[in-house]
């Protein structure tokens, strides 16, 4: 029997490491929107008290021993997801970046069947979000990249709130060969899947802890993309 | 005359034999891996015994200088060497993720059973 739009499960996933300032805001930031919603903080590798707030702030938590980086703690919950038979996964930053008010924005497409993947854009709107210039143009190189090796023009690929339709996770997860910068190689596989892909624009707040944009970060995802340009 | 640094040469040669006969012992090396190994510390401990063997090399490499002929094939071999080093890391690497991954969601759905074992005690 084919499930209506409020009975599909939406998991959402936060990938976490050391984030017990903002990670407690985040999950009562999702708890308010009175969706019904399943909310995973995927601990990865935290030594502080992130796991207890989460707990308390009424998420379910995955522990990661150690820290694997934030596409492989999306990769644990889409396993998770899979085997409890989730219809749509979304991503959220724990640090706060982004509004859990913009969640309903990203999986209503999907809901609707309108989108397999929807991106939480940060440049859409028109207005560039505060952060450093080499993260503006890093974002920006990746985005011409990304169109250059799927004729798909986006404004954020890089951004780290999306939805995703489990349908088209089921389908691409058992192809993917990156563990740790996996988010491009994803989104690159899916649109060779003729995934529909949409962008909807979403608000985002500064972070100066914020790991994404250092060199390696980087290097690891130009590697990811060339290797799946030679695919 | 022997020099010295050929004697401190097949000395470390037959060091690095037996650590990799020791390794072999061990099980931490299959045969292929030992048999590399022990044939590169033979090489190594049979061209500082007998130098002169290197210029035998030198017309089939198009050298004309023993010395920068080790050299190069040194440098050479420490690149490959590197490279395996590298390739070793990344599969280390990704196998220790798709580990801790596992016992992640091991964990996950023993506690959602209701089966909570120490780990579950917060920090």
Excluded at chain 2, 51 to 74: D, K, R, W
Aim: charged content about 25%; some cysteine; overall charge positive.
């Amino acid at each position: 029997m084919k499930k209506t739009k409020s009975d599909r499960l939406i998991y959402v996933f936060i990938p976490a490491c050391n984030e017990e300032e903002k990670v407690g805001k985040v999950i009562k930031g999702l708890d308010e929107l009175k969706l019904n919603l399943k909310i995973h903080m995927i601990d990865d590798g935290s030594v502080d008290r992130t796991k207890k707030i989460a707990r308390k702030a009424g998420a379910m938590v995955v522990e990661h021993p150690v820290n694997l980086g934030q596409w492989a703690a999306l990769r644990t919950g889409f396993v998770i997801s899979l085997i409890e038979g989730a219809d749509v996964v979304v991503n959220i930053d724990a640090d706060g970046q982004h509004d859990p008010r913009d969640l309903r924005r990203l999986v209503d497409p999907i809901l609707n069947g309108e989108a397999d993947i929807v991106i939480g854009s940060r440049f859409l709107d028109g207005d560039i979000p505060d952060m450093p210039k080499y993260r503006y143009i890093g974002i920006k190189t990746f985005n011409k990249m990304m169109e250059m090796i799927t004729k798909k023009r986006l404004t954020d690929c890089l951004s780290g709130y999306k939805a995703y339709d489990m349908s088209m996770v089921k389908k691409i997860l058992p192809y993917m060969k990156e563990n740790q910068y996996g988010g491009l190689e994803f989104l690159i596989m899916a649109l060779r899947h003729e995934a529909k892909v949409i962008e909807k624009p979403i608000k985002m707040k500064p972070n100066s802890k914020s790991h994404k944009g250092k060199l390696k970060f980087g290097y690891n995802l130009l590697r990811t993309v060339v290797k799946e340009y030679f695919a | 005359m022997i020099r010295g640094i050929q004697v401190i040469g097949v000395l470390v040669g037959i060091y690095l034999m037996l650590q990799t006969l020791v390794q072999w012992k061990r099980g931490n090396y299959g045969v292929r891996k030992t048999v590399l190994w022990l044939s590169l510390w033979t090489l190594i401990a049979i061209l500082f015994a007998f130098p002169g063997l290197t210029s035998l090399a030198l017309p089939i490499l198009s050298m004309e200088n023993t010395i920068l002929m080790v050299v190069v094939v040194g440098l050479i071999v420490a690149y490959a060497l590197v490279y395996e080093t590298y390739q070793q890391a990344a599969r280390a690497e990704k196998k220790l993720t798709e580990l801790a991954q596992n016992i992640a969601i091991h964990d996950y759905f023993e506690k959602a059973r209701g089966n909570p074992d120490e780990k579950d005690e917060e920090r």
